[in-house]
């Protein structure tokens, strides 16, 4: 009974392990009565290596030793062998990779038959951890060729998933497919759930390296979704998802992942915690804290160096370079050590890393005058252009322009830029979800960049346009991708309500909240799972040339607001032509906007019996400063004109209305030209019913829905308990305008998670995308709900993107701070006059104008909204 206890538990450690430790554990000790230390050797084993599945590395070493010991006294030497194997695993697994390939050497002469194929396939996964990678996979391969001879299908399954690592992380990733779907298959067939969800998470890991962010974030959180039903902890396999996050970039959720890992990934986890380490270091870069990114970049080549990881120690290295070129440092020391890194990397297999290391020595070496090994090394790196992923090619084509430039060529380095922006966005269309368009757009940068210093040092401001609209809102240039209507989307949309209701009605009890805060974080986090899954395709605008916009304009003006190198330039096109003006730095505009917002916020929240003269004073000294520094240099060009207005996102919430030249002034804002001419010129048809509905906890919302009632007909009005979030987004969907009045809330760490208060709880951005067709026109009353989060590249997330990225003309909707109770006169003129204006902006700016001569709290309510699109 004891031989078959054992080698069930054996069996069961990858399917059960918490099972088969109490197998283990139940034989060992029939085994230790009956003195058997053949049987004990194996029950230790399977006890040893069920702990390692749950990530106890000490008690799995522990036991596996003592399995080494028990088979020695039964004068096994088989069973030594097979027990020292798994110590090498184990051992691998903590960083010990010299006593690993100690002990698996150890191991294999006393292998024959299945059980060679076995050592052999431990002895790649240890030279694989050693990134020792072309003896790795010859052991792979021996290892396979063994086992299909024995018909050994779990070790041929073992070692086809490890095999497919390897491949994944060299560049095989057609291979490496190819091995996951054969190891998936026979573990399926061996019913071996656990390591099905491993499969599936390198599945992830090779789907990330080949760029395709949605397959890699499917299949790992398929697998996660696998380790929590079968209550497996994998903390090691979080670092793989973080450098996919880190790779989009996905920055905010891949710091706190980042962080979290370090948190966890304590004792024996080492491996995981110098990537974690590493990957920490990269968003430290990519956020611009060169000062972290240096100091982790080394703790992580500390760690790597200890643990024999040379691939991964030079990119540790890189990192602490690339942060000391960044913060300004040049140097042929630096210069010199940035290419020994970039040889390094690609002499290991670390293609990606290598080309971006090669273009950072041959800029440092060009910053030093030193043009020869410039060329040199972007005649290397130019050369991804023709092939790989996208990430490469795109980084190709700027090593291609930057060689370009240097040899004089400027034409053709200009055409190597718009090249890789095009690429780019080809890319980018692909993703689907409007949250990873907008993020990727990151990588654009240095492109976008370079071509934009070209035409501001030319001073032609049809060419600055041109390069700032190619960097500028390329998400909202995209079809948009809505996802399938049987992802489960909706039921995660509505549980994630269910939790906010629950979680608000516990605050204002008084209960406590800590076990809905994490059920809401879940929620949140499978919404954004499952939308990320959305299919790509789809085409993308070209930014517009300035005689298309000069004819959709006719006698309005545009102003691109342009920030570059710390200033702020603007691009006009009025009467035909586009000019270029230099404003200053943008520091003081951006200190301006905070005093105005502050002071504009006070003055909405002051009790009544308080004097406001102070306060109003600081608005207007505000606004006046800001209008001297952001329009009265473009006066000659836009005066009496209806302005449209692309800020860069450094003005992003500014209350333009506020601005003195502005009041009573027809205003359009938009994202970009790109947007607002797609805007002006849409030929969306709704049906004619609008939409009225109003918010629960807001006295004012009803008698602003009755009254806006009068002015409509056909509307459909929801109130009370009928404007929930799905009689809401279906009334909305298609309506030629939707009003909503309802509290509101902008969530700056997550702005897809910004919502309107319906009577079942937020009405979402994500709700918003699963529209069919978007109202033409739309009005918010809302605090907040015009504000945007601004992302590298001007890419907005928030209401506004996702309405005018869906193909929303409209939306008329506050950047501050309002009182329902305030704006509600506001908004009833407005709707008295939308049917006569010539346009939403004329409508909007002539109730502002009579409504902010009522008193200073009128004022600040009125001036807080815009009108974006067209």
């Known amino acids: 009974m004891a031989v078959v206890s054992a080698a069930a538990a054996l069996d069961a450690r990858q399917r059960d392990p918490r099972a088969a430790i109490e197998m283990g554990r139940s034989a060992l000790k029939a085994a230790r009565a009956a003195g058997d230390a053949h049987e004990a050797s194996i029950a230790e084993r399977a006890i040893g290596l069920s702990l390692r599945e749950l990530h106890d590395f000490e008690g799995a070493l522990r036991h596996l030793r003592k399995s080494i010991r028990s088979a020695e006294r039964a004068g096994s030497a088989r069973l030594a062998a097979l027990a020292r194997m798994s110590l090498a695993f184990v051992l691998s697994n903590t960083g010990r990779h010299q006593a690993a390939l100690r002990a698996v050497n150890a191991a294999l002469p006393d292998l024959r038959g299945a059980d060679a194929g076995s050592g052999r396939m431990q002895r790649g996964l240890v030279l694989h951890y050693l990134c020792r990678y072309d003896e790795a996979l010859r052991e792979y391969n021996a290892a396979i060729e063994v086992v299909r001879r024995s018909g050994e299908r779990l070790v041929e399954a073992r070692a086809l998933n490890n095999r497919g690592l390897l491949r994944a992380y060299t560049g095989g990733l057609r291979a490496a497919d190819e091995d996951f779907d054969r190891a998936a298959a026979l573990y399926l067939e061996l019913d071996q759930e656990l390591a099905v969800a491993d499969v599936r998470w390198n599945a992830g890991i090779s789907a990330s390296r080949a760029g395709d962010v949605p397959r890699a974030l499917t299949m790992f959180a398929e697998a996660e979704r696998e380790y929590r039903r079968l209550d497996v902890p994998r903390p090691a396999l979080l670092i793989n998802r973080l450098e996919l996050l880190v790779s989009v970039p996905l920055l905010e959720e891949a710091r706190a992942a980042a962080d979290r890992a370090l948190e966890d990934l304590g004792g024996d986890l080492v491996l995981a915690r110098s990537e974690a380490l590493f990957h920490r270091a990269r968003i430290a870069l990519l956020e611009g804290d ?452 309802a509290h509101g809330s902008f969530r700056a760490d997550n702005p897809l998670f910004s919502a309107l208060e319906l009577a079942d709880g937020p009405l979402t951005v994500f709700d918003l995308e699963r529209l069919q067709v978007p109202p033409a026109k739309v009005v918010l009353s809302a605090c907040d709900s015009g504000l945007s989060a601004v992302r590298p590249g001007n890419e907005l997330m928030g209401f506004t993107a996702a309405l005018l990225g869906l193909g929303t003309r409209t939306l008329i909707a506050p950047v501050v701070p309002v009182p329902a109770e305030v704006t509600t006169p506001l908004m009833i003129d407005l709707h008295r006059r939308l049917p006569t204006a010539t346009t939403p902006a004329q409508a909007l700016a002539d109730a502002q104008a009579a409504y902010m001569a009522r008193g200073d709290t009128e004022f600040a309510a009125s001036v807080g909204f815009l009108t974006f699109g067209a």
């Not at 950072?360 to 910053?367: E, H």
């Not at 004012?700 to 308990?721: H, M, N, Q, R």
């Open 290 to 741: 060169l000062d972290l990114a240096e100091t982790m970049a080394i703790s992580a080549q500390k760690g790597f160096r200890r643990e024999k990881r040379e691939v991964w120690e030079a990119g540790a290295r890189h990192v602490e370079l690339r942060a000391a070129y960044l913060s300004g440092r040049r140097s042929r020391r630096l210069s010199t050590a940035m290419t020994k890194v970039a040889d390094r990397l690609d002499a290991l297999g670390w293609r990606v890393a290598a080309l971006e290391a090669r273009v950072d020595a041959a800029l440092i070496a060009r910053d030093l005058g030193d043009h020869r090994t410039a060329l040199r090394e972007l005649a290397v790196a130019g050369a991804a252009r023709r092939g790989g992923t996208a990430a490469s090619r795109v980084q190709g084509w700027y090593a291609e322009a930057v060689a370009r430039d240097l040899a004089g060529n400027a034409r053709g380095a200009q055409i190597a830029l718009r090249r890789g922006l095009v690429l780019l966005d080809e890319y980018r269309v692909s993703l689907g979800a409007a949250e990873l368009r907008a993020l990727s757009g990151a990588q654009g940068k240095a492109l976008a960049l370079e071509g934009l210093r070209t035409a501001v040092a030319g001073g032609h401001a049809a060419k600055v346009l041109s390069w700032a609209e190619s960097w500028r809102a390329g998400a909202l240039r995209m079809t948009p991708a809505r996802p399938p209507e049987d992802s489960g989307l909706a039921d995660a949309l509505a549980e994630l309500r269910a939790t906010t209701a629950d979680l608000e009605y516990a605050l204002s009890e008084g209960r406590p909240t800590t076990a809905l805060r994490q059920r809401q974080v879940r929620a949140e986090q499978r919404v954004r799972d499952l939308t990320r899954r959305t299919s790509g395709g789809g085409s993308v605008r070209k930014p517009p040339a300035v005689p298309d916009l000069a004819w959709a304009l006719g006698e309005a003006a545009l102003v691109e607001y342009v920030d570059f190198e710390g200033s702020l330039l603007a691009v006009v096109v009025a009467g035909g032509r586009a000019s270029l003006h230099r404003l200053g730095p943008a520091d003081a505009a951006v200190r301006e906007i905070r005093l105005l917002r502050f002071a504009l916020h006070r003055l909405v929240t002051l009790p009544e019996h308080l004097d406001r003269a102070a306060v109003r004073a600081g608005a207007e000294h505000a606004a006046t400063l800001l209008e001297s520094r952001l329009l009265a240099p473009l006066h000659r060009r836009t005066a009496d004109r209806p302005l449209v207005l692309a800020p860069t996102g450094l003005l992003g919430g500014l209350p333009w209305a506020a601005l003195p030249a502005l009041r009573g002034r027809p205003v359009t804002v938009a994202p970009s030209a790109s947007v607002w001419l797609r805007a002006a010129t849409s030929s969306l048809v709704p049906h004619d019913r609008p939409l009225l509905a109003a918010g629960p906890r807001l006295p004012a919302a009803p008698t602003e829905i009755g009254a806006i009632a009068t002015l409509t007909t056909k509307a459909t009005i929801l109130v009370d308990e009928a404007a929930t979030v799905d009689a809401v987004a279906a009334a909305m969907d298609g309506a030629p305008l939707a009003h909503v009045a």
